[in-house]
């Protein structure tokens, strides 16, 4: 009974589906047959073959958009590095502009435009073609304020321009010396080595002239006059090359004190060979010192020192070259005898041969060759 009823109903459905379905719509539907193989196969048309000429030029268009992204990005870092250039020119131009005005136009000399100077070879002078560096003028000029600021407690302000003028041109003519020195030491053939240097120093450091250990000796040289340890041997090379020309060049009083030499040799009595020979007022006494000498002697040069007490009694030196003890003393040729020598105390007589101070073969090149200095003091 449930059965006949459930079928009427859907009797009922399938009709008003069937009314709603246009007649020709079904038609269609039943003409389809999905397992009928087509008779003729289907063209698809307008669809691009893939090769690698298309593949390349596919590539190329998407870099190609990419591009526009990439150049400016290069453009931009030429730019910075064009722009960071320019700066960095402006400001090396400025700078040299400003120590130009500092050292030339003002005079300055402070421990930033010294320590310039000793980077950029700016020119004082210029001496026989070669340029005396402006750093040469100022570490002179330094070291002379630096002893009368601390030893002297002497200020150079407004009041006191004289002095701190006099001071300046003190040090332009050292430097301008230091530069005839040189020339006419490189065309004598006339040179210092280091180890002529370092045997300088240790002579005096020796008789503890400059300090008993090296701290001292550093603090003697940085309080007085301010200078480092390669500083004073800057220094003390310069002098020993100034000695050096004198002994080459003063043939005279060379050949007198090899004669001398040479007298001793054949037996000639010492103190009365100093009587006619040496330039010394000692020469009156033999050539004795007349006092005992120690290691600290400040009177006697520290060459001799070291001479003397590597002597044994009634021994004589060869010829040895002195730098001078006191301002205004010339080197010396030098033959020294010992009397007696207990390690700690020397008596001896000497011979003394004075050279030319070197400011005589300076002088004469000065008129031959005139300096041409570009600062006005």
């Known amino acids: 009974m449930a059965n006949k009823k459930f079928r009427k109903i859907r009797q009922r459905h399938v009709q008003k589906v069937r009314d709603i379905i246009p007649d020709n719509v079904a038609e269609r539907a039943m003409a389809l047959n999905p397992l009928q193989t087509p008779e003729e196969p289907q063209v698809v048309e ?3 073959r893939i090769t690698n000429e298309t593949i390349t030029e596919h590539r190329e268009e998407v870099l190609k958009g990419a591009r526009k992204y990439i150049y400016p990005l290069q ?7 064009s722009i960071t250039l320019s700066l960095a020119g402006i400001t090396i131009v400025a700078f040299l502009i400003y120590c ?24 004082v002078a210029k001496v026989d073609g070669n340029y005396v560096a402006y750093e040469n003028y100022l570490f002179q000029l330094r070291h002379f ?15 006191n321009k004289d002095q701190l003028q006099s001071l300046r041109q003190q040090s332009l003519t050292s430097a301008l010396n230091d530069a005839y020195i040189k020339v006419i030491a490189k065309s004598n053939g006339v040179s210092v080595s280091d180890k002529e240097v370092d045997s300088r120093l240790a002579e005096a450091r020796e008789q503890n002239r400059l300090g008993s250990n090296n701290k001292v000796f550093a603090d003697v040289l940085r309080d007085y006059w301010g200078w480092s340890v390669s500083d004073f041997k800057r220094v003390l090379k310069q002098e020993i090359l100034a000695e050096k020309v004198s002994a080459k060049l003063d043939k005279t009083d060379t050949d007198r004190a090899n004669a001398a030499l040479a007298q001793l040799a054949k037996g000639a009595d ?10 010394d007022p000692s020469k009156a006494a033999g050539g004795d010192y007349g006092f005992s000498i120690t290691k600290s002697n400040p009177n006697v040069p520290p060459e ?8 044994k009694p009634g021994q004589t030196s060869g010829i040895i070259l002195a730098s001078p003890v006191l301002a205004g003393q010339p080197p010396s040729l030098q033959i020294v005898k010992v009397n007696t020598n207990d390690g700690n105390t020397v008596t001896a007589q000497h011979i003394v041969i004075n050279l030319k101070d070197p400011s005589y073969y300076v002088d004469q090149l000065k008129n031959q060759k005139p300096s041409k200095t570009y600062i006005k003091i």
């Open 100 to 123: 130009t005005a500092a050292l030339y136009k003002f005079h300055q000399y402070n421990t930033f435009i010294y320590r310039v100077t000793q980077v950029v070879p700016f020119p």
């Open 145 to 159: 304020l630096h002893y009368y600021e601390t030893q002297q407690q002497q200020t150079f302000d407004s009041s």
């Open 46 to 48: 307008n669809v691009p």
């Open 270 to 279: 010492f103190g009365e060979l100093a009587k006619q020979v040496s330039d």
């Open 75 to 81: 453009h931009s870092k030429r730019k910075i590095v």
């Open 304 to 311: 001799i020192v070291d001479t003397l007490f590597s002597l």
